[in-house]
Structures are given as structure tokens and as C-alpha cells.
């Protein structure tokens, strides 16, 4: 099924897209860096990540969400799986797991690729890779769970253009998030970029903090939850 879903995502020409994305979030987030470096860590530069993946990281998961979905509603894939026998709940599964797969390998691509810039430019000074794991892992969590979401939703709603508008509505609110009380963003999907960040701005200056894990894992849970009833409640549609 996997490889199924990879063969139409290939034919959807999504891989040019996907890597125009991610060299965005890798130049955003190392934009300072490239010019005058000095003066400029890591704890500075994981912080400019956060804000990066908060603006654009939404708006990817909505879009491989919705590609991958959306060629079901057009080309009558969900009356094409029904007869081969396989049920729209299983379909969806499918297309979550493999928008988990993207979205988490784009994550490591890019954390690899941030860090080895900033080692060149910055040396090893204040690099704690304690920080920078925990908040890649953490963003992968989040863009899963998300990613939960949207394809659940894409299969639901025919007009995959509420689904992109969800994304790009997600990426405001993640930013805005980063500027609010800990207690209130908990409580908002998008929120969870920056309940996930590992570093941020003091008065005294940039410095590494440790969110709190039962938060993010929390927000998990709840998006397996959804998803699952989604799920079931599509292979009762069929029935």
C-alpha cells in the first residue's frame, strides 16, 4: 500500500515541490548566519528554527496532506479502492503513515543540514545537542500529529482548497502562538510549535529551554484519537 501511494505521489510531480519547501526552511533559518555571523550562537540560531518551522511547517503538512488525498476525490479513487476491497478508514491510514514518513524525514534533513551550516559559521561554541534533538523530535511529533489531522480532514471535505486554507490559517496562528502564555497555546493544534521549542528570547538574551513532554505527547494521543474516529466512522460509510 506504502508503495502504491508513493508511485502516485511521484506521479503528482510532488518532489520538486516538497524540495522547494525545505530549502526554504533551510535558508530562512540560516539567513542571519550567512552574512555577519558574529555575535550570533546556537541557542540564537535555534530559536530563528522555531520561527521558521512555526511559519511554514503547518502549511506542508496541509499541502502533502491534501496532494495525497485530494487524487482520491478526483480521479474516483475511493470507488476504485472499494471494489479492489480495500475500505477508505485503511486508505487514509495509508496516506497518514506515509505523511508521517515526508514530513519526518524533510525534519531530519533539515536539522542536518541547519547544524552542519552553523558548525562552519559558528563553530561548536554553545552547540548543545541535547536542545537541538530534543526540539527536532519533538517537531516531528508535531508535524505527525497534525499530519493526522489533515488527512482525515482532506477525506471528509471534497474541496481540498479548506483544507490548504486550514494549513496556511495554522501558520498564523503558530507564529502568534510563540508570543503567547504557555497555558493558552496549549489548548490550540498549532500551538504545539511553540509548546515543542527549545530555545527563546529573554531580556538577558537567547537561552535554551526544556518544554514539557507530557504536553506534546499529550496533544499525540489526542490526534490518534481524532484520526481513529475518523477512520472508523469512514468504513462505516461504506457499509
Given amino acids: ?37 558574529s555575535g550570533i550562537g546556537f541557542v540564537e540560531l535555534l530559536t530563528m528554527v522555531g520561527m521558521v518551522q512555526a511559519l511554514l ?43 508521517g514518513i515526508i514530513t519526518t524525514v524533510i525534519v531530519a534533513i533539515e536539522f542536518a543540514a541547519i547544524i552542519g551550516i552553523g558548525f562552519l559559521r559558528l563553530g561548536s561554541v554553545d552547540f548543545e545537542a541535547t536542545y537541538w534533538l530534543g526540539y527536532a523530535v519533538c517537531l516531528m511529533v508535531v ?13 471528509y ?13 495554522g501558520a498564523f496562528v503558530a507564529v502568534f502562538s510563540l508570543l503567547l ?8 493544534p498549532w500551538g504545539y510549535y511553540a509548546v515543542s521549542m527549545h530555545a527563546t528570547f529573554t531580556p538577558t538574551g537567547p537561552e535554551y529551554i526544556m518544554p514539557n513532554y507530557f504536553w506534546i505527547i499529550g496533544f499525540c494521543v489526542v490526534s490518534m484519537a481524532v484520526f481513529g474516529m475518523g477512520v472508523y466512522k469512514l468504513n462505516r460509510m461504506e457499509r
Wanted: hydrophobic share 55%; glycine share 10%.
Fill in 57 to 99: 511547517s503547518p502549511i506542508f503538512v496541509s499541502l502533502v496532506a491534501t496532494r495525497l488525498v485530494e487524487i482520491e476525490h478526483e480521479g474516483n479513487g475511493w470507488q476504485v479502492a472499494g471494489i479492489a476491497g480495500i475500505p477508505r478508514g485503511k486508505l487514509c491510514t495509508t496516506k497518514a503513515i506515509l505523511t
Fill in 157 to 169: 471535505v471534497d474541496n481540498q482548497l479548506v483544507n490548504l486554507g486550514v494549513g496556511v490559517l
Fill in 1 to 37: 500500500m506504502i508503495l502504491l501511494e508513493v508511485k502516485k505521489l511521484r506521479r503528482m510531480r510532488m518532489g520538486l515541490l516538497i524540495f522547494a519547501i525545505m530549502a526554504a526552511e533551510i535558508l530562512m533559518s540560516v539567513a542571519r548566519i550567512l552574512g555577519k555571523a
Fill in 143 to 155: 508535524n505527525v500529529s497534525l499530519g493526522l489531522l489533515h488527512v482525515i480532514l482532506a477525506a
Fill in 181 to 188: 502564555p504557555g497555558v493558552v497555546v496549549r489548548f490550540i
